[in-house]
Structures are given as structure tokens and as C-alpha cells.
């Protein structure tokens, strides 16, 4: 059975920093490209970033790039998303989502989600 | 990058009745890489539909997506009470973002 499990969501102060983490079982973790994406209160769903096969191969939103880094630790089967420089529109629930077919240079729909962890920006 | 606008922003039906949700597109989708979720409240996303037409694992027959080019469609013939979320398209292809729609919430009427 296919599970991710987010952590390291918390309350902290615009300008600092988090690092979440997302503990993936149940499959050939590092087969999949995967991503986060969040969703603030009350709004849609937005893409974060992404990371594919390949380590190097990592992908980001405008509105995050400079300020977050994704990696995977694929030994661990654990997905990361370093957040500096944060600021209170990143306050929103962070899904980690595995891609539905093995990576092969097209980037999928995703298949599984985890539940979320909760970041909020505040002063 | 590709824009995603979906509409109506709010759908009113009755269990029972058909719903159909539209997902247009700024650009023509490539390969028609269209997917539609599902997403219930304090719930993650589901995938119900991936290239625009193929139902995902364990999707019932009632759901069914269709569509090419700028302009898709989710159709659900007949909507059942755990029907009732909101429903978001999202395109994807060989580079990001993968982009999603802003959208649809189906209500009870």
C-alpha cells in the first residue's frame, strides 16, 4: 500500500525558515518524480515544486523560486522541501504527491497524496 | 506556461442529475496531458481522470472526461450524495509548472 507521510509543518515568523519532510512506502521510491503542492486556506490547489529522476532535475513555481529547495534522499525514501525568506502568502497546507507512471521525462498526473502538514506565517 | 480557467465556479445540482464542468485552456494541451482530482473537505486531492479521458484506478463509470485542444470537460452522469466536492483540472507535460485550474464546486441544491 502506497503511503507519504508529510511532517515538519509549524507556526513561525516571516523571514524564517522550515524544512519539511515526507516519508514515502509502498513503492520503488525513487522510480517516481514527485512533488509538493499546497493550498492555502479557503483556495485552490498550487504547484510548488518538483523533482524527477535525476537529482539535479528540480523544478519550481515562480512564486518560490530562490527561497525553496527541493531534494530527495532516495536510500531513505524521503521527499524534502527547504523553505527560507518565508512570507505569510506561503501560509497554506503542503501536500507531498507521488507521480502516477514511472519518470520518463513527461511529468504525470499524481496518483497519491499525502495528507498535508501545516505551515502558518505569522507574526 | 499554460493557464487553466474552469467553469462554473459553483455547480447547484440535485443527487441524481448530470453535472458538467468545463476546463479551458490558454494554450493547446499537449498530447492532451488533462487531468481532473477530486477533493473532499480536510481531504487530499483524488485523480479521477488522467489524458483527458482515461478514468484513474477505481473510478466509477459515472465519471468520465472528455476533450482535446484548449477546451475539456469532466461529466458526471449522474451525481451521487458523495459526489458533492470541488473538482480541479491540471494540466502536465514534459516540463513544469504543472498548472492547476482554479476550481468547480458542486453543491446540493
Known amino acids: 500500500e502506497v503511503q507519504l507521510l508529510e511532517s515538519g509543518g509549524d507556526l513561525v515568523q516571516p523571514g524564517g525558515s522550515l524544512r519539511l519532510s515526507c516519508a514515502a512506502s509502498g513503492f520503488t521510491f525513487s522510480n517516481y518524480a514527485m512533488s509538493w503542492v499546497r493550498q492555502a486556506p479557503g483556495k485552490g490547489l498550487e504547484w510548488v515544486s518538483g523533482i524527477g529522476g535525476g537529482l539535479d532535475d528540480t523544478h519550481y513555481a515562480d512564486s518560490v523560486k530562490g527561497r525553496f529547495t527541493i531534494s530527495r534522499d532516495n536510500s531513505k525514501s524521503t521527499l524534502s522541501l527547504q523553505m527560507n525568506s518565508l512570507r505569510a502568502e506561503d501560509t497554506a497546507i503542503y501536500f507531498c504527491?507521488?507521480?502516477?507512471?514511472?519518470?520518463?521525462?513527461?511529468?504525470?498526473?499524481?496518483?497519491?497524496w499525502g495528507q498535508g502538514t501545516l505551515v502558518t506565517v505569522s507574526s | 506556461e499554460i493557464v487553466l480557467t474552469q467553469s462554473p465556479g459553483t455547480l447547484s445540482l440535485s443527487p441524481g442529475e448530470r453535472a458538467t464542468l468545463s476546463c479551458r485552456a490558454s494554450h493547446s494541451v499537449t498530447n492532451n496531458y488533462l487531468a481532473w482530482y477530486q477533493q473532499k473537505p480536510g481531504l487530499a486531492p483524488r485523480l479521477l481522470i488522467y489524458g483527458a479521458s482515461n478514468r484513474a484506478t477505481g473510478i466509477p463509470d459515472r465519471f468520465s472526461g472528455s476533450g482535446s485542444g484548449t477546451d475539456f470537460t469532466l461529466t458526471v452522469s449522474r451525481l451521487e450524495p458523495e459526489d458533492f466536492a470541488v473538482y480541479y483540472c491540471?494540466?502536465?507535460?514534459?516540463?513544469?509548472?504543472?498548472?492547476f485550474g482554479q476550481g468547480t464546486k458542486v453543491e446540493i441544491k
Open positions: 491540471q494540466h502536465y507535460d514534459t516540463s513544469p509548472p504543472r498548472t
Open positions: 504527491a507521488k507521480d502516477a507512471i514511472p519518470y520518463n521525462g513527461v511529468w504525470d498526473p499524481f496518483d497519491f
